[in-house]
């Protein structure tokens, strides 16, 4: 009895983790793509069914207290980590879309779409659009 009550709690467990490691939510490293060195660590989390993303950490401890002088409005010369770079995504199915992302050393504004890749959960595709122009990066789930 209590190695079958062992079993059934290591196997509610097991599906726990495997859909937390199913999900868009947590921490991602946002990958360079020149260096394929982690940059920053984003934490992508939901409120009242919309997702958004903050700059939860910096990598290059010389470069936490950078701020964001190209951005525009409320965001000028705030600082960069701890800034909503994703803002406003709806789920559609495996997707996240319709919301926004900031670049932070451009302060430019893209439409964004974001998905796990279909082969590893692990690896999350972070897409931005200007007009017909995009660009898809690779973020890595942090541990």
């Known amino acids: 009895m209590l190695r079958k009550k062992s079993f059934l709690i290591l196997m ?10 199913q999900s868009v939510l947590g921490a991602w490293k946002a990958i360079n793509e020149e260096s394929g060195k982690a940059m920053c660590i984003i934490e992508i989390y939901e409120e009242e ?3 958004f993303g903050k700059i939860k950490k910096i990598i290059k401890e010389e470069d936490r207290d950078q701020l964001c ?5 409320d965001l000028k010369d705030m600082p960069v980590e701890g800034m909503v770079v994703i803002d406003g995504l709806e789920k559609d199915g495996d997707y996240y879309v319709g919301g926004t992302a ?3 050393k451009s302060g430019k504004e893209y439409r964004c779409k974001i998905w796990l890749d279909e082969m590893n959960p692990d690896i999350l ?18 541990q």
């Not at 509610?12 to 490691?21: A, C, I």
């Open 12 to 21: 509610l467990f097991l599906t726990v983790s495997n859909l937390q490691s």
């Open 49 to 51: 069914g919309q997702f």
């Open 69 to 73: 002088g190209k951005c525009e409005g």
């Open 102 to 104: 900031l670049d932070p």
């Open 125 to 142: 595709k972070v897409r931005g659009y200007l007009a017909i122009f995009y660009r898809t990066q690779t973020w890595e789930r942090a």
